[in-house]
T-cell receptor, first 115, second 116 residues
């Protein structure tokens, strides 16, 4: 079955340190990969995507993500965390086979940045 | 540019009451979605509409109905609300890949529903 895993329910990082939020997927073919962020009491906002090309993609708010095809991973990273990065982060994968283009969501990772 | 607008933002219902959540998007997107978000459950797809005139069940459709009124509007109806439907509901829209779009979703701010 197709799935997206975010293995950590919560990630704690000190302000100024690098952060990584992990995502692995089990979707065949060449799926489209996405990260979204949700601030408290808000809707989800698109952060970045990988479609094809360079394995390192850059997005909003200084975030980047690294695609690794052999490990079927798409980890979200930021070189220096800010307290304002504290939020809920979702990885999503769109299956591009078959014409349905189903979007599969991870369960989310709560990122807490401590001053 | 409003993006995706959901109403109401908050609603309290009694068991058995009905209500409709409204959603409208102004980005001329073909596809629209209704999700529910519960603690520890992530996002679960209730219904979606790949294009105007079509609707399909998602992961958790029981107890809900939808109407794609036109290209802009996609409503979600609870015919007889149950406490298990207490949740935060999100509407989203996107272009339909691969026709010139990679299909990222744009979300509304959510509707917080409590069923007593």
């Amino acid at each position: 079955a197709q799935s997206v895993a975010q293995p950590e329910d919560q990630v704690n990082v000190a302000e100024g340190n690098p952060l990584t939020v992990k995502c692995t997927y089990s979707v065949s073919g060449n799926p489209y990969l996405f990260w979204y962020v949700q601030y408290p009491n808000r809707g989800l906002q698109f952060l970045l995507k990988y479609i094809t090309g360079d394995n390192l993609v850059k997005g909003s708010y200084g975030f980047e993500a690294e695609f690794n095809k052999s490990q079927t991973s798409f980890h979200l990273k930021k070189p220096s965390a800010l307290v304002s990065d504290s939020a809920l982060y979702f990885c999503a994968v769109r299956d591009m086979r078959g014409g349905n283009y189903q979007l599969i969501w991870g369960a989310g990772t709560k990122l807490i940045i401590k001053p | 540019n409003a993006g995706v607008t959901q109403t109401p933002k908050f609603q309290v219902l009694k068991t058995g009451q009905s209500m409709t959540l409204q959603c409208a998007q102004d980005m001329n997107h073909n596809s629209m979605y209704w999700y529910r978000q519960d603690p520890g459950m992530g996002l679960r797809l209730i219904y979606y509409s790949a294009s105007e005139g079509t609707t399909d069940k998602g992961e958790v459709p029981n107890g809900y109905n939808v109407s794609r009124l036109n290209k802009r509007e996609f409503s979600l109806r609870l015919e007889s609300a149950a406490p298990s439907q207490t949740s935060v509901y999100f509407c989203a829209s996107s272009e339909r890949p691969p026709s010139g779009s990679t299909g990222e979703l744009f979300f509304g701010e959510g509707s917080r529903l409590t069923v007593l």
